[in-house]
């Protein structure tokens, strides 16, 4: 028996391998070598640029042409050259439905980040079913279509039969009756950041809270020794723990939140007087509403380009971050 428990530690016997060491890595017919886990890669590789690839090619080429009606009709294609970014980059349009979407998108993922934040922190100090109760209506908020929570929201903020007039009016603020919350600019980007935030809140929510389970409790308990109370705990404790986290989810939220197109149209179309457009709106109403594809096919690649120079930003901090870790 001890000659076994001697042989096994020393990893065979010695005949095996000549002089005692451990056996040579066999190279059996199971093992992956060479160019196979490309191959393995490449029937999704494949789907991935047939689908997303070509797509973003026509795109890329319909925004060098002038595509209308008339072309579309008598089956033409006019290249024009960059005259559609030219026009566009030399539009104060342009630029001010950019610098409106920039502040659209950061007032938006600062409200969902915080509230999104104290929202999963409160998940990991509550009890086992008020933290299962509160889960399941993030998840199921979560889980609820883009177009069927647009629709909800349009009926909660009616003039005539919405629910929150109605409430404001019984709570004595009697003017809101028949308000008109997409009368205005600033009260349609209001109804529009709730139903967005709303939407976001549970994805910051639950991932922050699962985040928070892989912190060990010993930090806690020693900043608890140190007489560090529950702010001096997430400052000290949390934050710099989750600091990766809270890198990569604000910037998923930067791109979600500056590409969302169903919201902002479904309620009021970039109306009142186009004032509430976003970049992904203005495109699509260039394109379609005014049936110049060309411009909008140009109007989505300059979009596209800011959302890789913001990925590019975000990838610049991570690696700071990891260049600072070493």
């Known amino acids: 028996m001890s000659a076994q428990i001697e042989e096994a530690t020393a990893g065979g016997p010695a005949s095996r391998t000549g002089k005692g060491a451990a056996p040579p890595p066999r190279r ?3 093992r992956l070598t060479g160019g196979v886990p490309y191959l393995l890669l490449l029937p999704a590789a494949a789907v991935t640029v047939l689908l997303l690839g070509w797509t973003l090619l026509k795109s890329a080429l319909l925004s060098f042409q002038t595509l209308g009606p008339r072309q579309l009709i008598q089956h033409l294609t006019e290249w024009t050259g960059a005259d559609n970014y030219t026009e566009q980059l030399g539009s104060s349009e342009f630029w001010g439905v950019t610098g409106r979407s920039v502040a659209f998108t950061a007032a938006n993922v600062v409200l969902v980040m915080a509230i999104g934040s104290f929202t999963g922190l409160l998940l990991a100090r509550l009890g086992k079913k008020l933290r299962l109760l509160l889960s399941l209506g993030l998840v199921l908020a979560w889980a609820m279509p883009v177009v069927a929570a647009t629709t909800v929201f349009q009926w909660l903020f009616d003039q005539r039969f919405g629910v929150v007039n109605h409430v404001l009016d019984q709570l004595g603020w009697h003017s809101m009756a028949g308000y008109s919350w997409t009368s205005g600019q600033f009260s349609t980007f209001f109804v529009i950041t709730v139903l967005l935030v709303w939407q976001s809140v549970p994805f910051v929510a639950i991932n922050l809270y699962a985040a928070t389970t892989t912190i060990p409790k ?11 109370g529950t702010w001096k705990q997430f400052t000290s404790v949390t934050f710099p723990f989750l600091k990766p986290f809270f890198l990569a989810t604000t910037f998923l939220e930067v791109i979600w ?3 969302s197109f169903t919201q902002v149209f479904a309620i009021n179309e970039g109306g009142p007087d186009r004032l509430t457009e976003t970049l992904p709106v203005y495109a699509f109403q260039e ?19 800011i959302l890789l120079a913001l990925t590019a930003y975000y990838l610049r901090l991570v690696l700071k971050q990891e260049e600072d870790e070493l």
Not at 218 to 228: M, N, P, R, V
């Open 218 to 228: 010993e930090l806690y308990e020693a900043a608890s020794l140190d007489g560090a």
């Open 257 to 259: 939140i500056f590409k």
């Open 287 to 305: 394109g379609f509403g005014s049936q110049h594809f060309g411009m909008g096919a140009a109007i989505s690649i300059l979009t596209i380009v």
């Open 28 to 30: 059996g017919p199971g």
